[in-house]
């Protein structure tokens, strides 16, 4: 009677896992194509809040500007410390983040010339906010955002899921 | 009855046993991870024009062909919500307990809506320091709005066409 149980505990060990690892390599394989397929992965740096609407469109990759309530973050690097000045001052032309711009523009003007108009430049930029500055702010990196060059602007949001 | 396996032939066995555990768990790790970053980030966009430098010219002839429309604004302003189109404002939609009457202003644009079907653009204006939040949330107020039709809730495109400025006083 025991050598049987001894048996039987044995057999139950090895158990037959190919299915189950034929399931998780397709599923991998699944998950990696839809994943490099939708093309923008959500980078939203710490401590910036972006308010949520309802809008169902889908955002590309294009270069982000991010709007934190101490700087302002061109593909993810400081270019501009926000200060009180910034916010009640008459003018709309924000010099550094100007500048950081004007390069990105001049990158994507060069591709453009590079490639002979295959990736030409389209002007196209996100802007990623936090819920709390104000529209000053807003209308201040738009304007700068246009004065570079680009002029299609986005403005990232969170889907409200209803 | 059953004979004992031979010690040996046991030993043999165990040889060709593969360990897959470590394969498995990176398996299972990889796709928990694929799926949080896949549900995790439901990010949309919001297209806006930007407010063009020089005013569009329109020629009187042209001005006759269209269709009756009109150039709609929506003013944010501390008080609550203004709507203004070709020169004449509507009264003011008041802050209703303190917070915006976001549904007071679709009701309004509603109406607007039925009276000019063809329009589709708008212009939003703001106070300096309205909150972005704030903002973002007239946006989807002026884009859509939900109507509810037979029991049903279906979202009804209003003026998609968004331009932003600021308050001029």
Known sequence: MHKRTREKKHTAISLNLTPMIDMFTILVVFLLKSYSATGYVGNVAKNLRLPTSTSRLQPQAVLTVAVTTKYILVEGKEVEAINQSDMTSQNLMLTDLSASLKKEADKGLQIEKLSNGANPFKGEMMIQADRSIPFRLLEKIMYTAGQAGYNTINLEVLQKTS | ?169
Do not use: C, W
């Open chain 2, 1 to 169: 009855m059953i004979q004992k396996p031979s010690g040996r032939s046991h030993i043999e066995r165990e040889e060709l046993k593969l360990n897959l555990t470590p394969y498995i768990d990176f398996l299972v790790t990889l796709i928990v991870f694929l799926i949080a970053t896949i549900v995790v980030a439901p990010a949309a966009i919001l297209d806006i024009n930007l407010p063009s430098a020089s005013a569009p010219v329109v020629t009187p002839e042209q001005q006759q062909e269209q269709k009756p429309s009109i150039t709609l604004t929506v003013a944010i302003q501390h008080t609550g919500f203004t709507i203004g189109g070709s020169g004449a404002v509507l009264p003011e939609i008041p802050l209703k307990n303190g917070g915006y009457d976001y549904e007071a202003l679709s009701q309004k644009l509603l109406e607007i809506k039925k009276v000019y079907p063809d329009t589709t653009d708008v212009i939003l204006l703001s106070e300096p320091d309205i909150k972005y939040d704030i903002l973002i949330h007239v946006m989807d107020t002026v884009r859509e709005a939900t109507v509810t039709e037979n029991g049903q809730k279906k979202a009804v495109a209003l003026f998609p066409d968004i331009s932003i400025g600021e308050v001029v006083k």
